[in-house]
């Protein structure tokens, strides 16, 4: 039942991913957001949902991922260096080769979701040491020290911000490449989680999330467990950080530390979707982006209201998300039922007869 | 012939002004089980609490299997294979038993299951027949927290015993749990000391139970040691009567 279920669902968005762009050419960047949130959601739900770490810092490392890509991708190929391109405040437009190009890019997107890797560790040497809305509120303290010293810092251009190297290649041939960049990373963000919630991996953090002093007391090593769910989530969005910021073309603050949309509507998406599940977040994510991107073109001035009703419904009536109102609905479609068989070897024989 | 596995010396606990434990020193010997019983409020649960590493201790110290563990904390504790349950017992309540059971395995460095490692074949199969041990097989798919408060005492059991410990403190593992089923618990907790060789120490109000299975008993009353011995000793000790049994 659930593996024809998954073949059905993996089939329906292999299919969106591959031919959404083709058929619908005007909207490949608006799919590729959609996939970026499919990521972000699905990245957020190994803490917030999986182990009941709220954290509203995640976005941190997409602006840290975002500003690590484009000091890489200058860099190296500038012989003026950093600090000179963005003193010239985007008057520098320095002609990369397409080799020079797409290597610093690719460089820059692994540097970004290491760099981001390694500083979720540093960070939760110590945010490790809050619980609930403590460790909520200290996180996103985190994201918002993290833009405000962005804009200190004259070598990644302060608050004017850094215009990224130009892509070399039409218009369109850029859409798609991006969009297949979005599309390959929430892919592999997606197989990577569904193969660790497979594991030991994924019991021991959600028994952190039910009782972390009985998970303490049984012996798991819970701060190896956070340590590895954060820096996954860490790693991905920095590197989704490096995409977006060469999708946008140019970045400052505000595109690299979304902190009151991106950061909050990857809560929002996976509390719609489910949280704890594996496809509550991606449900969540293209429910809410439909819904997010057809308010923005036919009820402009209401999208944010909108959103909030969704919201409230969501909050107020399904706080469970669709997939936990499922589960509590149809438990023996997720194989919540009593076993007639009272003992391993009757069920054993049973299935034998079978 | 004496190997103590778990030997409290002089320990001493208060919360602030409220003296809980007073200098108390008992042990536990490899392989037996032990029994506390007193009166409530007398300082059996937070006695286990200090085991276990739950709180710093006053002054005293607390060996487990030849190690000082007074001054190491609870995962530590747990991880040299001393494990307890709770009174107010404690399971993962969104998880299924199964994966309540198969993450309830040993984390000890010499544990064979790492952090990555499948839920199928031989951890999944110790995890169904240790349900099956303690009577929960058919209720295996079912969320943890759904089941009555009995069933969840004896699944955190069979979570106990799937860790493989060398010892195990139960805080009143028998409360709230009807007599035939007691009678089933008795029968279990003396084969997962004899088959398993898991030493028991045991917090116990149910007379019957902890006179039946335990073959030495310490009395504590008001933070003190108030009586040891056999059973049957403590049965007959004036001191124990008054403070805790009762006359007849």
Known sequence: MIKSNNLITYGALGVLGIFGPILFPDYTLSIAYLWMMVLMASTWDTLGGQMGYNSLGNITFFGVGMYVSAIVQISIFYEGGMGEYTSAMGSIKPEFTDNEYFLGLYLGIICAGLVALILSIIFSSFMFGLRGPYFAIGSLGLAIAAAEITITVDYVGGASGISMPLFPGDIEFRSTFFYILCFLFAVAAHFLLRWLYSTQFGLAINAIRDDEDKAEAMGIPTLIYKRIGWGIAAFFMGCIGAVAGNMAGFIDKEVAYPIPTFGIFMVAMVLLGGKGTLWGPVLGAILFHVVKETTWTYLLNLQWIALGLILIINIVYFQQGIMGWLQDKFPERFGIVVDPSGTQADAKSEGDAK | ?248
Request: charged letters at 25%; hydrophobic letters at 35%.
């Open chain 2, 1 to 248: 012939m004496s190997d103590p596995i778990i030997e409290v010396k002089n320990v001493s606990k208060s919360y602030g002004g409220v003296k809980a434990n007073v200098d108390i020193t008992m042990k536990v010997e490899r392989g037996s089980i032990t029994g506390i019983i007193g009166p409530n409020g007398c300082g059996k649960t937070t006695l286990f609490n200090s085991i276990v590493g739950y709180h710093p201790i006053d002054t005293g110290s607390i060996s487990f299997d030849g190690d000082e563990i007074s001054k190491l904390r609870v995962g530590d504790i747990a991880r040299l294979g001393m494990l307890r349950t709770f009174q107010q017992t404690r399971i993962y309540n969104k998880m299924d038993c199964v994966d309540n059971m198969q993450i309830s395995v040993s984390h000890r460095p010499d544990s064979k299951v790492s952090v990555f490692a499948s839920r199928k074949g031989e951890i999944r199969e110790r995890a169904e027949h240790l349900l099956e041990f303690v009577g929960l097989y058919s209720k295996r798919n079912l969320i943890s927290g759904d089941l009555s408060f009995g069933q969840q005492k004896l699944l955190e059991l069979a979570m106990a015993l799937m860790n493989e410990p060398k010892a195990l403190l139960l805080d009143e593992p028998t409360a709230g749990i009807n007599p035939t089923l007691i009678n089933g618990l008795i029968d279990r907790l003396r084969r997962a000391n004899e088959e398993l060789g898991i030493t028991l120490c045991v917090i116990e109000h149910n007379m019957r139970v902890i006179m039946n299975l335990a073959s030495h008993i310490y009395c504590l009353s008001n933070g003190q040691m108030l009586a040891e011995g056999k059973p049957s000793e403590l049965q007959n000790d004036q001191r124990v009567i008054d403070a805790y049994l009762g006359g007849h």
